[in-house]
Every structure is written in C-alpha cells, then in structure tokens.
C-alpha cells in the first residue's frame, strides 16, 4: 500500500557529485521524518542523514559538510545531494519514511529497495 522508490545512484568517480532521489507513493496521510541510510558490501546499515517536517536536518558525521538533504512536502519526496564523493561513500543508499495511512493510524516506518551508489578512485 506505500512504496518508497529511489532513484539517481550509479556509478562515479571520486570527488564527483550525485543526487539520490526518494519519493513516497501509496495510502499516504501524513509523513513525518524521513532519512538515507546506506550498507556497504559485509557491512552493517549505517545512519546518513533525516529531516523532519519543518526542515531540521542530522547528518553523520562521515557526510557533514559533503551531503545535503532535503525534501518536496507537496511530492512526498526526499532527496540526498551528495558532493565531493569518496570511494568510502559506495554502498546501496535507502530511503526511510515514518508516516500514517490514516487521520489517528500508527506511525510506521518504510524503507525503500535502494539504489546503488559506486564511487571510483
């Protein structure tokens, strides 16, 4: 009943740029924070960043002064513009939503399939 899809990763080398795309779909009536997180190949999913409704942002501190997020309250959708990309930024990257279906329903998270982000030395 929700999809989160992302889109924008792929393949590029170090120092370049990229911006990942997350956009909510489904029975949505409310979405609160939502956030990127990544998992490298043999290693555990790690935080990169969230913002909640009226902008307030958290990054790791892998990524501060590097990645930004954002998001389109009117699209349901999250975006990670990410700069200055390090071989240690590749990881399949996820998108993260806390939201409702209903006036009064649960706050539940979902997570989306992810998309692949390569950085090359």
């Known amino acids: 009943q929700v999809q989160l899809v992302e889109s924008g990763g792929g393949l590029v080398q170090a120092g370049g740029s990229l911006r990942l795309s997350c956009a909510a779909s489904?029975?949505?009536?409310?979405?609160?924070?939502m956030g990127w997180y990544r998992q490298a190949p043999g290693k555990q999913r790690e935080f990169v960043a969230t913002i909640n409704t009226v902008g307030s942002t958290n990054y790791a501190d892998s990524v501060k002064g590097r990645f930004t997020i954002s998001r389109d309250n009117a699209k349901n959708t999250v975006y990670l513009q990410m700069k200055s990309l390090e071989p240690e930024d590749t990881a399949v990257y996820l998108c993260?939503?806390?939201?409702?279906?209903?006036?009064?329903?649960?706050?539940?998270?979902?997570w989306g399939q992810g998309t692949q982000v390569t950085v090359s030395s």
């Open positions: 993260q939503a806390y939201l409702r279906q209903t006036l009064g329903g649960l706050i539940s998270d979902y």
């Open positions: 489904g029975r949505i009536f409310s979405i609160s924070t």
